[in-house]
């Protein structure tokens, strides 16, 4: 039977011709309106014309009447009029509204108008060159208005004779022979004109109405021609419909309500009609009813297993339920589920139920695909392929050739294999087997494919939640415990502790806390790479865990630091613990191609002594490490008060540096430099000191190392730049002679990437010449990385800033790399002047560097000179500079100006 649409197909075609013939129609009819506005249009232009030509007569007349009154009447009110006629004409006024024929008749002795003037003031040439005329058309007019234009000066000399008391004159040239031939001039061209506009918009409107008789021929044709398709129309409805239109809607009206006892009768040839539809239809509802009962059951079953995939908690518990409620409420003969087995590269049944169920022990079914020794069938072919396999007719498929006499024994007519996923991958098969052919229809297949779908989701659910279990084990072990070392973390520290402690106040016992810290571990991830010091961790962790005791802990508190809590230990048990900790890192640890030597540095807090709670343990054992740090590494220390004290003093000193310089607490004192040999002052260091409120004055040497802890060195040392910089542009635009200011730099200042900028952005700021800044650094500051002191040293030097060596001779210098140094003064260090009278080998120190420095064409200065002695050694040795107490102590700005106003030695 074909489908309604083809049936329809001939009614739509001339439903299509109906409209087509209809729009063609209303086409025409809208031309022929269209032509029948033309003639509408040609009658007025022609009107237009005439009302133009007949607009320069009558003003041409009008002229005439208006000159003749006054000439008879002698009337100042027909002179006006006649200037104003002309004037409208030649566009120098406004028009009148409706300004044609009688106008000026209209017009009373009191000058009363008709009509009101408008706001178009156009010469009446003009208009007529805007009508469209012809050129012979235009050429009549332009002659009619040219010869009323010359009549006009007769008329104007009329004029004056009526005004110089000579209207009888005038009257007489206004009425003479020639005045007549000159209006005869006026006229003639008018009426020529007449004739050729006549003929031609005659002919316009002769050619308009010719074509508006011709299309209302083809309109009315258009008409009839559309009565015969609506005919035409009626008559294949009929047939499409295959009766008639009240038979058709009560049909439709019966098979809607769902009833099917009114069968419809066809007529003959009325098989491809909408009647022929409705009767293929009626039939189909009627087998749609006789499934339904089926699709019922499958509905129950798809029910039934959504239900079971909610209780069930795993596959074990899951898959018997699905295989019973697939027989029970699915009305299939037997129902099984095969999933894979690994092992052995086979589905598996692993739940069955119904009938025939028996062939299954024992069944497998080879998932190689590349096995050509077994036959895979619609199970196999559902698991390879991963689509639904459908056997309509179980019997006669050659699919299922060899269990043709099991399907007849157990009355299977058809059967189903659906694929199960698990995370888009097949890993089992759900096989249905139903007793009728065909039992599979469409909505059966997507019913059992839904199934077969939650079965899937159910799959995926409970590996999730094995998934979900195996990661809450592996969170909760991750929570407590380090993932790199497998030790406790602070978690698991924090917990072991409180037991302890709990443990310890109730018992009264006690216990130590051990902080341990890898030595310069910083140092091997930065040469070998984070994935050397890991392996390194994981070493050191196995090798302390084997020193402890069972009931002992360690814990790792964060990148190389580590916390050990040991129960019942005292002082004597924890230095052998401590010294059996130390000495496990004697051995190298191999790491990967390397032997890596490192030590480790120990702090010791014990319970009660040393603190009641972890925190206070864990501070006071972190700080005892730190001091053993200190004193060398690779060793213990345990915690006493002084270092509490001196914990509590740096963190108290660290807090209130943070605000020194907002509130002005740190100022510079300048001690003064002299020339050895001339006795005058050349330079300064600035030497930075912290008055302190509270605290009293803190010495640089205590406060410094803090700021390069806690990083306000760089905010600091940039504003003692500056003022220092600051002072001496001060200095020598007050009239003194230039001299050097020396600055001491820090190793974070000086590993600054960005000091050579910042120096030169505070001496072109203050407007000091470079020359006249010198930076001393240490030397154990420039050999920490002696290429990239050299590097900076050179981006200063080009800057023309001047670089000194503090201290020379406390540090290791390779004379190599002094040679390098952009440096132009070496300071001798205050320890080995301080006993150059009295010990030779500071004398002999002294010589030497004095000596290799005007080798190497270096100034020398000495600071802490304070005796005369000391002062005539070094002048005898040709030192250059000196400093120290025996000329002055640093100053403060003020004092150290009016120092150098008045001495010179």
Same mark, same amino acid.
């Given at each position: 039977?074909?489908?309604?649409?083809?049936?329809?197909?001939?009614?739509?075609?001339?439903?299509?011709?109906?409209?087509?013939?209809?729009?063609?129609?209303?086409?025409?009819?809208?031309?022929?309106?269209?032509?029948?506005?033309?003639?509408?249009?040609?009658?007025?232009?022609?009107?237009?014309?005439?009302?133009?030509?007949?607009?320069?007569?009558?003003?041409?007349?009008?002229?005439?009447?208006?000159?003749?009154?006054?000439?008879?009447?002698?009337?100042?009110?027909?002179?006006?009029?006649?200037?104003?006629?002309?004037?409208? %004409?030649?566009?120098?006024?406004?028009?009148?509204?409706?300004?044609?024929?009688?106008?000026?008749?209209?017009?009373?002795?009191?000058?009363?108008?008709?009509?009101?003037?408008?706001?178009?003031?156009?010469?009446?040439?003009?208009?007529?060159?805007?009508?469209?005329?012809?050129?012979?058309?235009?050429?009549?007019?332009?002659?009619?208005?040219?010869?009323?234009?010359?009549?006009?000066?007769?008329?104007?000399?009329?004029?004056?004779?009526?005004?110089?008391?000579?209207?009888?004159?005038?009257?007489?040239?206004?009425?003479?022979?020639?005045?007549? %031939?000159?209006? *005869?001039?006026?006229?003639?061209?008018?009426?020529?004109?007449?004739?050729?506009?006549?003929?031609?918009?005659?002919?316009?409107?002769?050619?308009?109405?010719?074509?508006?008789?011709?299309?209302?021929?083809?309109?009315?044709?258009?008409?009839?021609?559309?009565?015969?398709?609506?005919?035409?129309?009626?008559?294949?409805?009929?047939?499409?419909?295959?009766?008639?239109?009240?038979?058709?809607?009560?049909?439709?009206?019966?098979?809607?309500?769902?009833?099917?006892?009114?069968?419809?009768?066809?007529?003959?040839?009325?098989?491809?009609?909408?009647?022929?539809?409705?009767?293929?239809?009626?039939?189909?509802?009627?087998?749609?009813?006789?499934?339904?009962?089926?699709?019922?059951?499958?509905?129950?079953?798809?029910?039934?297993?959504?239900?079971?995939?909610?209780?069930?908690?795993?596959?074990?518990?899951?898959?018997?339920?699905?295989?019973?409620?697939?027989?029970?409420?699915?009305?299939?003969?037997?129902?099984?589920?095969?999933?894979?087995?690994?092992?052995?590269?086979?589905?598996?049944?692993?739940?069955?139920?119904?009938?025939?169920?028996?062939?299954?022990?024992?069944?497998?079914?080879?998932?190689?695909?590349?096995?050509?020794?077994?036959?895979?069938?619609?199970?196999?072919?559902?698991?390879?392929?991963?689509?639904?396999?459908?056997?309509?007719?179980?019997?006669?498929?050659?699919?299922?050739?060899?269990?043709?006499? %099991?399907?007849?024994?157990?009355?299977?007519?058809?059967?189903?294999?659906?694929?199960?996923?698990?995370?888009?991958?097949?890993?089992?098969?759900?096989?249905?087997?139903?007793?009728?052919?065909?039992?599979?229809?469409?909505?059966?297949?997507?019913?059992?494919?839904?199934?077969?779908?939650?079965?899937?989701?159910?799959?995926?659910?409970?590996?999730?939640?094995?998934?979900?279990?195996?990661?809450?084990?592996?969170?909760?072990?991750?929570?407590?415990?380090?993932?790199?070392?497998?030790?406790?973390?602070?978690?698991?520290?924090?917990?072991?502790?409180?037991?302890?402690?709990?443990?310890?106040?109730?018992?009264?016992?006690?216990?130590?806390?051990?902080?341990?810290?890898?030595?310069?571990?910083?140092?091997?991830?930065?040469?070998?790479?984070?994935?050397?010091?890991?392996?390194?961790?994981?070493?050191?962790?196995?090798?302390?865990?084997?020193?402890?005791?069972?009931?002992?802990?360690?814990?790792?508190?964060?990148?190389?630091?580590?916390?050990?809590?040991?129960?019942?230990?005292?002082?004597?048990?924890?230095?052998?613990?401590?010294?059996?900790?130390?000495?496990?890192?004697?051995?190298?640890?191999?790491?990967?191609?390397?032997?890596?030597?490192?030590?480790?540095?120990?702090?010791?807090?014990?319970?009660?002594?040393?603190?009641?709670?972890?925190?206070?343990?864990?501070?006071?054992?972190?700080?005892?490490?730190?001091?053993?740090?200190?004193?060398?590494?690779?060793?213990?220390?345990?915690?006493?008060?002084?270092?509490?004290?001196?914990?509590?003093?740096?963190?108290?000193?660290?807090?209130?540096?943070?605000?020194?310089?907002?509130?002005?607490?740190?100022?510079?004192?300048?001690?003064?430099?002299?020339?050895?040999?001339?006795?005058?002052?050349?330079?300064?260091?600035?030497?930075?000191?912290?008055?302190?409120?509270?605290?009293?004055?803190?010495?640089?040497?205590?406060?410094?190392?803090?700021?390069?802890?806690?990083?306000?060195?760089?905010?600091?040392?940039?504003?003692?730049?500056?003022?220092?910089?600051?002072?001496?542009?001060?200095?020598?635009?007050?009239?003194?002679?230039?001299?050097?200011?020396?600055?001491?730099?820090?190793?974070?200042?000086?590993?600054?990437?960005?000091?050579?900028?910042?120096?030169?952005?505070?001496?072109?700021?203050?407007?000091?010449?470079?020359?006249?800044?010198?930076?001393?650094?240490?030397?154990?500051?420039?050999?920490?990385?002696?290429?990239?002191?050299?590097?900076?040293?050179?981006?200063?030097?080009?800057?023309?800033?001047?670089?000194?060596?503090?201290?020379?001779?406390?540090?290791?210098?390779?004379?190599?790399?002094?040679?390098?140094?952009?440096?132009?003064?070496?300071?001798?260090?205050?320890?080995?002047?301080?006993?150059?009278?009295?010990?030779?080998?500071?004398?002999?120190?002294?010589?030497?560097?004095?000596?290799?420095?005007?080798? *190497?064409?270096?100034?020398?200065?000495?600071?802490?000179?304070?005796?005369?002695?000391?002062?005539?050694?070094?002048?005898?040795?040709?030192?250059?500079?000196?400093?120290?107490?025996?000329?002055?102590?640093?100053?403060?700005?003020?004092?150290?100006?009016?120092?150098?106003?008045?001495?010179?030695?």
């Amino acid at each position: 039977m074909s489908s309604p649409t083809y049936i329809s197909s001939p009614f739509r075609q001339n439903l299509w011709q109906s409209v087509a013939i209809l729009i063609l129609t209303i086409i025409s009819f809208v031309i022929y309106v269209a032509a029948e506005k033309r003639i509408d249009r040609a009658n007025e232009m022609r009107l237009h014309s005439f009302l133009l030509a007949d607009e320069l007569r009558q003003s041409s007349d009008d002229l005439t009447r208006m000159i003749r009154t006054y000439a008879a009447t002698r009337n100042p009110l027909y002179k006006k009029h006649y200037e104003e006629i002309l004037d409208i %004409r030649n566009g120098k006024k406004p028009r009148p509204l409706t300004y044609q024929n009688i106008y000026w008749d209209l017009v009373g002795l009191d000058n009363t108008r008709p009509r009101p003037l408008s706001t178009q003031s156009i010469p009446l040439i003009e208009m007529m060159r805007q009508a469209g005329f012809t050129e012979a058309e235009f050429a009549k007019l332009s002659e009619a208005k040219n010869n009323s234009d010359a009549l006009t000066q007769t008329e104007f000399r009329a004029m004056k004779l009526i005004e110089s008391n000579h209207a009888e004159k005038a009257f007489a040239l206004l009425h003479d022979a020639a005045y007549h %031939r000159a209006k *005869l001039t006026i006229m003639s061209p008018i009426g020529e004109f007449y004739d050729l506009m006549n003929a031609r918009t005659s002919a316009a409107v002769h050619s308009a109405e010719t074509t508006a008789f011709i299309l209302r021929i083809i309109f009315i044709l258009m008409g009839i021609f559309l009565f015969i398709m609506l005919w035409r129309l009626h008559k294949t409805l009929q047939t499409t419909l295959g009766s008639s239109l009240e038979d058709v809607h009560a049909h439709i009206m019966h098979i809607g309500s769902g009833d099917f006892s009114h069968p419809i009768t066809l007529k003959y040839g009325s098989q491809e009609s909408i009647l022929g539809w409705l009767s293929e239809t009626q039939q189909k509802l009627k087998e749609l009813l006789a499934t339904n009962e089926r699709l019922k059951n499958l509905y129950a079953a798809l029910s039934q297993c959504n239900q079971a995939i909610v209780r069930s908690t795993s596959e074990a518990e899951l898959f018997p339920l699905i295989c019973r409620d697939a027989i029970d409420f699915g009305g299939m003969k037997m129902a099984w589920i095969g999933m894979l087995d690994p092992s052995s590269n086979s589905l598996k049944s692993v739940s069955c139920h119904g009938e025939g169920t028996d062939y299954l022990e024992g069944f497998t079914i080879s998932t190689d695909s590349t096995d050509t020794t077994k036959t895979h069938g619609p199970t196999g072919g559902a698991f390879h392929e991963n689509r639904p396999f459908w056997c309509q007719d179980f019997q006669n498929d050659p699919t299922t050739a060899p269990w043709h006499e %099991r399907g007849k024994q157990y009355g299977w007519g058809s059967s189903a294999a659906l694929p199960l996923t698990r995370e888009g991958k097949v890993v089992g098969v759900f096989s249905l087997y139903a007793q009728e052919k065909n039992a599979f229809d469409e909505a059966a297949k997507k019913l059992l494919e839904e199934m077969a779908m939650d079965i899937s989701f159910a799959l995926e659910l409970f590996s999730k939640e094995m998934a979900r279990v195996k990661a809450e084990k592996q969170i909760q072990y991750l929570a407590n415990y380090d993932e790199l070392t497998g030790l406790p973390n602070r978690l698991k520290l924090d917990n072991r502790i409180q037991y302890l402690l709990s443990l310890a106040k109730r018992n009264e016992i006690t216990f130590t806390v051990m902080f341990l810290d890898l030595d310069h571990f910083k140092t091997i991830n930065d040469t070998l790479g984070h994935s050397c010091g890991d392996s390194l961790l994981i070493e050191a962790s196995k090798r302390l865990k084997m020193i402890l005791r069972e009931e002992d802990t360690i814990a790792r508190f964060g990148g190389d630091e580590f916390i050990i809590l040991l129960p019942n230990i005292a002082v004597d048990g924890a230095t052998q613990v401590a010294q059996k900790l130390l000495n496990t890192f004697q051995e190298p640890f191999p790491i990967n191609e390397h032997d890596l030597c490192i030590s480790s540095s120990i702090g010791i807090a014990l319970y009660p002594n040393d603190g009641n709670d972890f925190e206070t343990l864990y501070k006071n054992a972190d700080t005892a490490m730190y001091r053993a740090k200190k004193e060398g590494r690779n060793r213990f220390c345990f915690f006493t008060m002084e270092m509490q004290r001196h914990s509590v003093r740096n963190l108290e000193l660290s807090n209130a540096l943070r605000y020194a310089l907002e509130r002005n607490q740190l100022e510079l004192h300048y001690q003064p430099q002299f020339s050895t040999q001339k006795g005058t002052v050349i330079g300064a260091e600035a030497l930075l000191r912290w008055n302190h409120s509270e605290l009293g004055s803190i010495s640089p040497s205590e406060f410094i190392p803090i700021a390069e802890e806690n990083g306000m060195i760089l905010s600091i040392g940039e504003w003692v730049l500056h003022t220092a910089i600051k002072a001496a542009k001060e200095w020598m635009d007050g009239g003194y002679s230039p001299l050097i200011m020396a600055v001491n730099l820090s190793a974070v200042q000086f590993r600054s990437s960005n000091l050579p900028a910042l120096i030169a952005a505070i001496l072109e700021e203050v407007g000091l010449p470079p020359e006249y800044l010198e930076l001393e650094l240490t030397e154990s500051i420039a050999m920490d990385d002696p290429q990239k002191a050299i590097n900076t040293m050179n981006e200063l030097h080009t800057k023309g800033i001047r670089m000194s060596i503090d201290d020379f001779g406390t540090g290791h210098s390779s004379l190599s790399y002094l040679k390098k140094f952009k440096i132009y003064k070496l300071k001798i260090d205050q320890s080995f002047v301080r006993d150059i009278n009295i010990d030779p080998e500071d004398k002999a120190i002294v010589s030497a560097i004095i000596s290799m420095s005007k080798s *190497l064409g270096l100034q020398t200065i000495a600071e802490g000179v304070e005796t005369i002695a000391q002062l005539n050694y070094l002048r005898e040795e040709k030192c250059d500079e000196i400093q120290g107490y025996y000329f002055s102590k640093p100053l403060p700005k003020k004092a150290f100006e009016e120092f150098r106003d008045k001495y010179a030695f």
